[in-house]
C-alpha cells in the first residue's frame, strides 16, 4: 500500500502522519520493530530497497515512511527507479509506505513549490492521496 501526503499545510499533514503511524503501532506493531523513518534528501535507491523489501519481524507487514523526498533529493535518477519499482510491483499486499512530503518554498518548482517530476505524477494517482492545502480564514476561525 502506498499513501501520499503532501501540502503546504504542514502541520495538517503531518498530524495526519501521526495518526497513520500510531494507528500502525497500535493494530500491527506494538513492538515497533517494523517501522523505519527514511530521510529523502540524502535516499539512495539502494537503501529504500533495501527497507522497502525487508520482511516483518513478528508482524504482518512494515512501515516505511520517506520523508521529503520529492522537495529535497537532488538525484532525477532516483525518482525514476523508485516510479519504476512502484509500477513493476505489485504494492497492495505489501509494506506499507508513506512519502510525506513537506513542500518547498521555491517558485522556480511549480506554482506549489514540488518538482514536478515522474514520482510526483506517479504517487498523486494513488488511492491514498492527500493534498492539504491551506486554509482559509472562514475555515480556520470554524
Same mark, same amino acid.
Given at each position: 500500500?502506498?499513501?501520499?501526503? @503532501?501540502?503546504?499545510?504542514? @502541520?495538517? /499533514?503531518?498530524? &495526519? *502522519?501521526?495518526?497513520?503511524? !500510531?494507528?500502525?503501532?497500535? !493494530? ?7 517501522? /523505519? ?9 539502494? %537503501? ?7 520482511? +516483518?519481524?513478528?508482524? =504482518? ?13 537532488? /538525484?532525477?535518477?532516483? #525518482?525514476?527507479?523508485?516510479?519504476? @519499482?512502484?509500477?513493476? $510491483?505489485?504494492?497492495?499486499? %505489501?509494506?506499507?509506505?508513506? #512519502? ?14 514540488? &518538482? $514536478? ?6 504517487? $498523486? $494517482?494513488?488511492? @491514498?492521496?492527500?493534498? #492539504? *492545502? +491551506?486554509? %482559509?480564514?472562514?475555515?480556520? =476561525?470554524?
Amino acid at each position: 500500500m502506498i499513501i501520499f501526503l @503532501y501540502g503546504a499545510d504542514t @502541520y495538517r /499533514s503531518h498530524e &495526519k *502522519l501521526n495518526k497513520l503511524r !500510531e494507528k500502525f503501532s497500535r !493494530e500491527i506493531d506494538k513492538s515497533h520493530l517494523n517501522l /523505519s523513518v527514511l530521510d529523502g534528501e540524502k535516499l539512495t535507491f539502494e %537503501e529504500f530497497y533495501k527497507s522497502v523489501s525487508a520482511a +516483518p519481524f513478528l508482524a =504482518t507487514k512494515r512501515m516505511i515512511i520517506v520523508k521529503n523526498l520529492i522537495s529535497k533529493n537532488k /538525484s532525477k535518477k532516483i #525518482f525514476e527507479e523508485i516510479a519504476d @519499482y512502484i509500477k513493476n $510491483k505489485d504494492m497492495s499486499q %505489501e509494506n506499507i509506505i508513506v #512519502f510525506w512530503e513537506e513542500e518547498g518554498q521555491s517558485k522556480k518548482h511549480g506554482a506549489r513549490g514540488i &518538482k $514536478k517530476n515522474i514520482l510526483f505524477d506517479l504517487l $498523486k $494517482k494513488e488511492k @491514498y492521496m492527500q493534498e #492539504f *492545502l +491551506p486554509l %482559509e480564514e472562514w475555515k480556520l =476561525t470554524k
